[in-house]
Every structure is written in structure tokens, then in C-alpha cells.
């Protein structure tokens, strides 16, 4: 914990400020051209490695676990070389163009889901799920996918900081249904 907690503030921190003192100076965001244009083109290549190396690993391991599973299948260096070969040709024809936008993508509807999370669990059980072991669950949460689809609409179509429209507008659409459609709310004295 520690470890990581040092790695976070101390190393992160260094990162950004690097970072942000090339934006400034240089006019360039990217370290490793910073690096390059003070001169350091070894120490540019070093870190554009390990910085790869780094996050790869974990990607490429990834894909082979989520692979082998979907195939059923137990050939990990097959799907971990198909894994590593989709990977540079997708690098090859431009996928890193597409980054941002799917980031973009994901900070739009990933967060309404957890504005349904957070009104089901604050609203509906007031603050306490049952056991697993009692819980009646049902197929599907209804008003739960209903408030996901109405907070990423509003958060895509949004002009304000897209993440928390898209939990507001779920988190009230949830309230709404679940007053709307009735649903048992956990008892208050529970």
C-alpha cells in the first residue's frame, strides 16, 4: 500500500508537473519530444519502452485470460500472438487517432451507471443492501436500464461536463421510476 500510495503522489506527481513544465515551455504535452528536443534522444527511447512496455503487458495479458475463455480453449500463445498481432496492426492503420474519442466515449456512459448504483443503493435500501443470501432479484432492473438510457442520452447531448449530467440524470430518472412503478423500498428502520 505504501508502495502505491508513493508511486501515486510522488511519481504521478513528477509526471504531471514534468509534463505540464514541457507544455509550457516547449509547447509540446509529449515528454518523450521534450526529451528529443533538449537532446536526450536515448533517454527519450528509453522511456517511450518502458512506458510501452509497461502498459502493454498488462493489455496483452489481458487479452490472452479474456480470450482463452471466449474460445474455450487453453492455447494461451496462439491467442496471446493473435493478441499481439491485431494489437500493432490496429497501431499501424491509425487506432491511436481514435484514443480520445473513446475516452471520450467511455467518460459519457460509464458514469450514469454509477448514478443508478448510487440512487438504488441511497434511495431504494436506504443506505443497506440485504444478504445476498435473502435478496429476491429480479431478471432485469427495469428502472435501473431505463435511467442508464435516459442519463447517457442527456449526457451525450449535453453542453455541461457530460460524466455528471449523465449521474444526475440517472440518479433522478431512477428516483422518478421507482416512485412511478411502485417499487418496495427497503424499510427506513432497517
Known amino acids: 500500500m505504501l508502495a ?3 508511486g501515486f503522489f510522488i511519481g504521478n506527481g513528477l ?9 509550457i515551455v516547449y509547447q509540446q504535452p509529449d515528454v518523450v519530444e521534450v526529451l528529443l528536443l533538449q537532446g ?15 502498459t502493454q503487458d498488462n493489455t496483452i495479458y489481458n487479452f490472452a485470460v479474456a480470450g482463452c475463455n471466449l ?21 499501424l492503420l491509425g487506432m491511436y487517432d481514435m484514443l480520445v474519442p473513446y475516452l471520450i466515449l467511455l467518460g459519457t456512459v460509464i458514469p450514469p451507471i454509477g448514478g ?11 443506505g443497506h443492501y440485504p444478504r445476498l443470501a435473502d435478496a429476491r432479484l429480479p431478471a432485469f432492473n427495469w428502472a435501473g436500464l431505463v435511467a442508464y438510457a435516459v442519463g447517457t442520452v442527456l ?36
Do not use: C, E, H, Q
Open 15 to 23: 509526471m504531471v508537473l514534468i509534463g505540464a513544465y514541457g507544455a
Open 116 to 126: 443508478v448504483i448510487m440512487a438504488d443503493f441511497f434511495y431504494r435500501w436506504r
Open 155 to 190: 449526457a451525450f447531448n449535453s453542453p455541461w461536463v457530460a460524466p455528471l449530467v449523465g449521474i444526475a440524470a440517472a440518479s433522478l430518472t431512477y428516483v422518478a421510476l421507482t416512485a412511478v412503478l411502485r417499487v418496495p423500498l427497503a424499510d427506513a428502520r432497517a
Open 71 to 91: 474460445l474455450r480453449t487453453k492455447r494461451r500463445k496462439t491467442v496471446t500472438l493473435t493478441g499481439a498481432v491485431i494489437g500493432t496492426l490496429l497501431a
Open 40 to 54: 536526450f534522444s536515448m533517454a527519450a527511447m528509453a522511456m517511450l519502452l518502458l512506458n510501452i512496455w509497461s
Open 4 to 6: 502505491s500510495l508513493i
